[in-house]
């Protein structure tokens, strides 16, 4: 064929597309096959929205080994309160950046994730019409790496809200990082203790025992976060995955696929990825409230009882707290958005609520009891009416071994390392 027949005679080079933008990252989000969720694209998103260069905090040595101080003095303020062992592991003040590349990964927010975007994304495959199926494995990879992709952006985008909210790693009441970290996020909890004019070294160590508290239940508690995972996964298997419903929804919003930032944009939505629970999934949610309600609850009363008689903006710094809960961010919705959870203030008031009653019918020792199994820990109900729980412990301690049941709360012989 002569060079004047060629199409691509006259130095015209088909790899010049890698130099055009839009399609240097089509074929780079195309070409994902990391997983159910394109971290790499929840980062870049992340990072855009949370950490500009010119906003990152600087610390100093004297910052964090302040912050180091309070957590020494919140473990041992707590090994006097909570039954449940210290557990070890880094104290760090962490930049917003710094924390975003750590949560937008698997070890991350991925722990909530990951299980509802491969129902995501198995539900893609299924609905491919039989003409784009029988094109095998390659259609099937790039259907995979469009709900990575649309995950991605969707998980990026919250995060970024996340960094710019979040006072630290535990906030959420679940880990976001690894569980064995307590680390601050940016300058958040500076900015409110300054906008509250709270005691900066009182607001440390409040915080530090919050931290601290939680890090003692999941990174101590050895089943607890296995089970939580459970839960979340029980929680995806049960979804009804509509996969035209979701490209429909995403048309509806006059989304170009040509048009990368209009892609953004659709997916930053709070409702974009919200689907209705089904009848299973509400019952898996009702579970899934309850313990987080629990975990908050415990962690609230730990808390007081160790802090009582050294801090005295304790009561005005929980309040403000409370109301913080109550107003909730857009990165605050991540629960609600990726796996349902909608926790209100009265779910926390009842987890409250319940173990002030435990600790005043059994004390601190009966309230952990719920730390020995999943089996032990409070139903929905029992959180409404702490008296059933105490009468199904009590029922309990009757019909197994005494020896047995007088036995240390489970993970502290042997911490989750």
């Not at 569980?179 to 500076?190: E, K, S």
């Amino acid at each position: 064929m002569s060079s004047s027949n060629d199409p691509f005679s006259g130095g015209f080079d088909p790899r010049m597309f890698a130099n055009v933008p839009l399609f240097r990252e089509l074929a780079k989000v195309l070409s994902w096959s990391g997983g159910p969720v394109n971290w790499e694209l929840a980062t870049d998103t992340a990072l855009s929205i949370a950490a500009p260069p010119d906003a990152l905090p600087a610390t100093g040595q004297r910052d964090v080994g302040e912050f180091v101080q309070a957590v020494d003095a919140a473990e041992l303020w707590l090994d006097q309160v909570s039954g449940l062992l210290a557990v070890e592991g880094p104290v760090r003040l962490l930049s917003a950046a710094e924390w975003t590349r750590l949560a937008t990964s698997s070890a991350g927010l991925g722990a909530y994730v990951e299980p509802v975007a491969e129902g995501m994304s198995a539900a893609l495959g299924k609905a491919l019409p039989s003409e784009l199926a029988a094109m095998g494995g390659q259609m099937a990879q790039a259907m995979s790496s469009m709900g990575a992709l649309l995950y991605g952006v969707q998980i990026g985008t919250v995060a970024g809200h996340l960094a710019g909210q979040l006072l630290a790693t535990y906030d959420l009441g679940v880990p976001t990082v690894d569980p064995r970290m307590i680390a601050t996020v940016g300058d958040n909890a500076a900015r409110l203790a300054a906008d509250y004019d709270f005691d900066p070294t009182e607001f440390r160590y409040w915080l530090a025992l919050r931290e601290a508290a939680h890090r003692r239940m999941f990174a101590g508690v050895r089943w607890l976060r296995p089970h939580l995972a459970d839960l979340i996964g029980r929680f995806a298997s049960e979804a009804d995955f509509d996969p035209g419903a979701l490209f429909e929804g995403l048309g509806g919003m006059g989304l170009d696929p040509t048009d990368p930032e209009a892609l953004r944009a659709a997916l930053e939505g709070p409702d974009a990825f919200r689907m209705e629970p089904t009848a299973a999934q509400q019952t898996i949610l009702g579970q899934l409230q309850a313990l987080v309600a629990f975990v908050e609850g415990y962690s609230d009363q730990v808390v007081r009882v160790a802090a009582d008689g050294k801090l005295t903006a304790l009561p005005r710094i929980a309040e403000i707290v409370r109301r913080r809960r109550a107003e909730r961010g857009q990165g605050e919705r991540f629960l609600q958005q990726l796996i349902g959870l909608d926790l209100k203030p009265g779910d926390f008031r009842q987890g409250q609520a319940f173990c002030e009653a435990v600790v005043a019918a059994r004390g601190q020792e009966g309230l952990d009891r719920a730390w020995r199994s999943t089996d032990h820990l409070p139903t929905a109900a029992e959180l409404a009416e702490p008296s059933r729980w105490l009468l199904r412990m009590a029922a309990a301690e009757i019909e197994a071994d005494i020896a047995t049941d007088s036995g240390p709360v489970d993970g502290r012989d042997e911490p989750d390392g």
